[in-house]
């Protein structure tokens, strides 16, 4: 009996449609067109602006954007795993709202909080529950409403990030392709570096932590840039090692969409054409736990069955790690 993988057999996202330029951010903090783009390599993000409206209310659509494209039954999804930073609310699981909304009412869920890198992490757990030979079908959603966390006054973050979703639905493979290696890291060493101060356990709401804007993200830019760097770029040349695996045998980078420099201080690790290096952060900035599947999303027709990718992404906490993995269809 052949093997059992974990390949990606589908697809779906879904953006806001307000759009927050550079130009409009020039009119809220003391920054600019040239200085975004050059640092960051962002031009403009999504925002979820409707009011009531949160993280589950993006996944939704994400989610159902797959079914249709699918033609999927969403009885048949066994597990719907929720990658996201920003639930909808504590405790009350934002991922099994989201399987309920959309029908999948066969499936068990919950949520994945490993920040920046919580898709990627989903991945590897996906994967696993395939694997494993008991669950058929599983849909991976990533989606974060980084705007509601954001201090639009504070131009170390606001510039960064916005809300966008995107959805993957994992199946059994017997051809060996799909998910073939991964590497995954944490180190609690940035704890301190990217946060959110005040909302947890320890420093519970109260009205001197809204006043302090203790709830909103914080971040201290250099030092997680740093590790950024070295980690993503680290993870994603080992893996290549540890595979056996040029240059010339990716077709792929997909890297989490946080700054343009660190993906090409990657792709550049890696030895990779620009052209094998799938971009999209002008136009959506950092959206957290859905970059990587916006960027399956947008590039879906250029993926062919058995091209080699290699997912990188890093994120708070520290956490990070990089997947080889191969395409399963040809659109």
């Keep these: ?10 697809v779906g996202s879904y953006v806001p449609d307000f759009v927050l330029s550079n130009q409009v951010l020039e009119t809220l903090v003391d920054t600019n067109d040239e200085w975004i783009t050059t640092r960051t390599g962002i031009k403009e993000r999504r925002l979820l602006k409707e009011e009531g409206q949160g993280t589950s209310f993006m996944a939704i659509k994400a989610a159902q954007n797959l079914l249709e494209k699918a033609n999927l039954d969403p009885k048949e999804i066994d597990l719907v795993i929720m990658a996201t930073a920003t639930p909808d609310m504590p405790v009350a699981s934002t991922g099994v709202y989201v399987a309920t909304q959309i029908g999948a ?49 504070d131009r170390a973050t606001c510039i960064i990030f916005g809300d966008g979703a995107g959805a993957v639905l994992f199946e059994p ?50 030092t997680v840039f740093k590790y950024a760097v070295s980690g993503m770029a680290d993870v994603s040349e080992k893996i290549m090692q540890r595979n056996n695996l040029s240059h010339d045998d990716i077709n792929w980078l997909v890297a989490h969409q946080a ?13 990779l054409d620009e052209s094998k290096v799938l971009i999209n ?33 890093f994120g708070g906490g520290f956490t990070w790690g990089a997947i080889y993995l191969k395409w399963a269809y040809t659109k």
């Design 259 to 271: 700054n343009r420099r660190i993906i090409d201080a990657t792709a550049n690790r890696m030895a």
């Design 173 to 222: 493979n017997t051809e060996g392709l799909g998910l073939q290696d991964e590497i995954l890291k944490s180190d609690g060493i940035g704890r301190e570096f990217l946060k959110i101060e005040a909302g947890g356990s320890i420093l519970p709401p109260s009205e001197e932590t809204v006043k302090n804007k203790e709830h909103f993200v914080f971040q201290d830019g250099k």
């Design 1 to 10: 009996m052949n093997k059992i993988t974990a390949a990606i057999t589908a």
């Design 105 to 153: 009412t066969n499936a068990f869920s919950y949520d994945l909080q490993a920040a920046c890198s919580s898709f990627l992490f989903g991945m590897s757990t996906a994967s696993a529950y395939i694997a494993s030979g008991k669950y058929k079908k599983v849909l991976l959603i990533g989606a974060d409403k980084m705007s509601s966390i954001i201090d639009y006054t």
């Design 281 to 313: 952060i002008q136009k959506y900035g950092n959206t957290t736990s859905a970059t990587l599947p916006l960027l399956l999303s947008d590039f879906e027709n250029q993926l062919k069955k058995g091209d080699n990718i290699i997912f990188a992404a």
